[in-house]
């Protein structure tokens, strides 16, 4: 009896282990109560704290501080891709005129794969018009092939990931000193259900 006795109490415990594993809290379940938010600024800025904080001086970290001016309005979620575009980027038309520098974009977008990135040129049909828009990710284009591009034609939007813009930037293929616009795809989530800004090679 003192055997029988000693092995429930210890069936009782592993189910009860059981149970607690299968409550643990998924990332999804987390995500359908909370509404995706518009990016702030102040966001981006915790996160370059939090990214260099460790790595640099008080004086340096300083200096990454961006003031809210160098910030347009954050999509409220109630536009379209394109509908956004052209309420911060009113005089769209006229900068794509003045535009001739080679190896350089007006805007540049920034999100986590190329498949995004894909979706997101599509989306801006209505809002581009009749500009060149540069794919810059990595998925079937080599780098080579991007800068021969950059080198002999203008183009006005360049869309593609954190990586291979990094790539083009320090290769001095891409330069961005006539970049008006940095559009980053904050809200998007991967099939992980991670944003760009999760990821921690970005």
């Known amino acids: 009896p003192t055997e029988c006795f000693l092995s429930q109490p210890e069936e009782k415990q592993e189910s009860t282990v059981k149970a607690k594993r299968r409550k643990k809290k998924k990332i999804s379940d987390v995500l359908q109560?909370?509404?995706?938010?518009?990016?702030?600024?102040?966001?981006l800025q915790n996160l370059l704290t939090q990214h260099f904080g460790e790595n640099r001086s008080v004086i340096e970290i300083e200096e990454l501080k961006l003031s809210d001016s160098?910030?347009?309005?954050?999509?409220?979620?109630t536009h379209s891709f394109s509908s956004?575009?052209?309420?911060?980027?009113?005089?769209?038309a006229k900068l794509r005129r003045s535009h001739t520098e080679k190896k350089?974009?007006?805007?540049?977008?920034?999100?986590?794969?190329?498949?995004?990135?894909?979706?997101?040129?599509?989306?801006?049909?209505?809002?581009?018009?009749?500009?060149?828009?540069?794919?810059?990710?990595?998925?079937?284009?080599?780098?080579k092939e991007q800068m021969n591009m950059l080198e002999k034609g203008v183009f006005h939007i360049g869309v593609g990931t954190p990586g291979r813009v990094k790539a083009l930037v320090e290769q001095d293929a891409?330069?961005?000193?006539?970049?008006?616009?940095?559009?980053?795809?904050w809200n998007w989530r991967d099939q992980k259900l991670r944003r760009m800004m999760d990821i921690p090679e970005v």
């Open 33 to 43: 109560k909370s509404a995706p938010k518009p990016g702030a600024p102040a966001d």
């Open 70 to 77: 160098c910030f347009l309005p954050a999509n409220d979620l």
């Open 174 to 185: 891409l330069c961005l000193n006539s970049t008006k616009y940095m559009i980053l795809d």
């Open 84 to 92: 956004y575009l052209k309420e911060i980027c009113p005089k769209w």
């Open 104 to 143: 350089s974009v007006v805007m540049l977008v920034l999100c986590s794969s190329a498949l995004r990135s894909l979706e997101l040129i599509k989306s801006m049909m209505a809002f581009k018009g009749d500009c060149r828009v540069l794919k810059l990710f990595a998925k079937h284009i080599k780098i």
